[in-house]
């Protein structure tokens, strides 16, 4: 079956749409398509909105594919968009993949409302750093399946894991696709099996839309690479062991699992990741020498994001006492400040340990290293500049309020602000970045998604 003209009948999006538009849009296709479109109540947000689930076709395997699963990643929502509603018009395509089809477009509704400012643009790095939300691990969707592994045990799934959970447990899905992507770099993929028969064409997706490959380094240290690009799904049980082994120590994980892992306890499913950027800077597929080792790019590394969050800590320290449990912001900043200082020693030997890591590092690995790991760090900035907002604006909605509070508040907050500003200015002039049409993006995951579930259904590449 050729679904070549799936993918390029994906519209030019100019802007992401918010948790609002997107549940509007899946009424309006249930209402269009009611022979063939179901939307049901998936589960609830911890805020009280409802998570809607659209059903589609009624295929002889089980596909369920989940977007935003945390929530400053919204391109999957997009491509569910556009996936609904093709599956919904094109009877083709639908009867041909042999899929029921269990969509939801937002998993996370509460955290995306929270970076909904930046969804319309101007997509630069300042707006994107000054608007950027994402929760601690403990309140991912993504990392808050059960797990019991060694010392850990988690089993406090958040209610929109619970949805996720009750689906994976009535559909067992042969295909999970856990539509995420990253910020800047390039296309990298995540399969929970190995499938070589479908690299070529997964790296294909992206180069047929001039998107570059992320041939830097994975996102962790621990993380299985099956092909260039292409990676194992990632656990918590593999980052305990790392951990543990180059700490000496039982790791104090507070969060669970992800989605792939439990899937896999249910289910013989496999599960596609396809990690995309909104930024792209042509060093990150440059593998060309530089005039540094790896391990000196990986320790490079460690000393800027010591430094860094060092900054941030000192901030914080400010304003600690006026930080109120509810506010969303903080607890990603404070649960990496203290990730860094505490696994920094852990990165380092493992960087020193590791002969290979005294060749020459190639541009892309330097890159990631020094530049997109500056960017990431800036992500945590626009979050502490977000924490003393969200008290300013609670203390100035009280009728009596600590005058102190505001004031110090309001002190640091300016401080941040232009700590922000000075830093997104130095990163502009560091990186000589585009913003990746929304277009492009979308027609990857959706050609990416096509090709394993494809494969899935017949054991067979899709013709594209």
Not at 29 to 52: K, N
Not at 86 to 93: K, Q, R, T, W
Not at 306 to 314: C, T, V, W, Y
């Amino acid at each position: 079956m050729n679904f070549q003209s799936i993918v390029d009948q994906v519209p030019d999006y100019k802007a992401f749409l918010t948790v609002d538009e997107l549940d509007e849009s899946s009424r309006k296709l249930a209402e269009e398509y009611p022979d063939i479109v179901t939307v049901f109540e998936a589960g609830q947000s911890r805020e009280g909105h409802t998570i809607l689930g659209i059903k589609i076709g009624n295929g002889p395997k089980n596909a369920l594919c989940f977007a935003c699963p945390h929530p400053n990643e919204p391109i999957g929502a997009m491509t569910l968009e556009y996936f609904s509603r093709a599956l919904a018009e094109n009877d083709e395509l639908r009867e041909g993949l042999g899929f029921t089809w269990y969509l939801i477009k937002c998993i996370d509704p509460d955290g995306v409302r929270l970076n909904e400012n930046w969804f319309k643009g101007p997509f630069n790095v300042y707006t994107y750093t000054k608007n950027y939300y994402r929760p601690i691990g403990y309140e991912q969707v993504e990392w808050t399946f059960p797990i019991d592994y060694k010392e850990l045990h988690f089993h406090k799934p958040l209610p929109e894991t619970e949805a996720l959970m009750k689906l994976i447990q009535e559909t067992k899905p042969d295909f999970m696709y856990s539509l995420h992507n990253a910020g800047f770099g390039g296309t990298y993929w995540y399969l929970s099996q190995d499938l070589p028969e479908v690299y070529d064409s997964l790296r294909n997706s992206a180069v047929k839309q001039e998107i570059p490959l992320n041939l830097g380094e994975p996102e962790e240290p621990f993380i299985t690479k099956f092909s260039p690009a292409i990676f194992k799904t990632m656990n918590i049980g593999d980052a305990y062991d790392f951990t543990e082994k180059f700490t000496g120590e039982a790791p104090n994980f507070k969060n669970g699992t992800s989605s792939s892992d439990y899937a896999s306890t249910v289910t013989n499913c496999i599960t596609l990741l396809t990690e995309l950027p909104y930024f792209f800077d042509s060093r990150i597929e440059d593998m060309s020498e530089s005039d540094m080792t790896r391990q000196e790019a990986i320790l490079k590394n460690v000393e800027l994001s010591k430094a860094h969050f060092s900054r941030l800590d000192e901030l914080l320290n400010e304003v600690r006492t006026f930080v109120t449990n509810k506010n969303p912001f903080v607890k990603l900043v404070e649960e990496v400040i203290q990730y860094v200082r505490d696994g920094s020693e852990a990165k380092v030997k493992w960087a020193e340990s590791n002969p290979e890591f005294e060749k020459p590092a190639t541009i892309a690995e330097v890159f990631d290293n020094l530049y997109a790991a500056k960017f990431y760090n800036g992500l945590y900035l626009g979050l502490t500049v977000r924490t003393c907002e969200y008290e300013i604006e609670r203390l100035q909605e009280q009728e009596t309020r600590d005058e102190t509070a505001v004031r110090t508040l309001k002190e640091t907050h300016e401080k941040a602000e232009k700590f922000l500003k000075d830093y997104c200015d130095a990163l502009e002039s560091e990186l000589d970045y585009s913003f990746i049409p929304i277009q492009k993006l979308v027609r990857i995951q959706v050609e990416s998604g096509l090709i394993v579930a494809n494969y899935i259904g017949d054991g067979s590449l899709a013709s594209l």
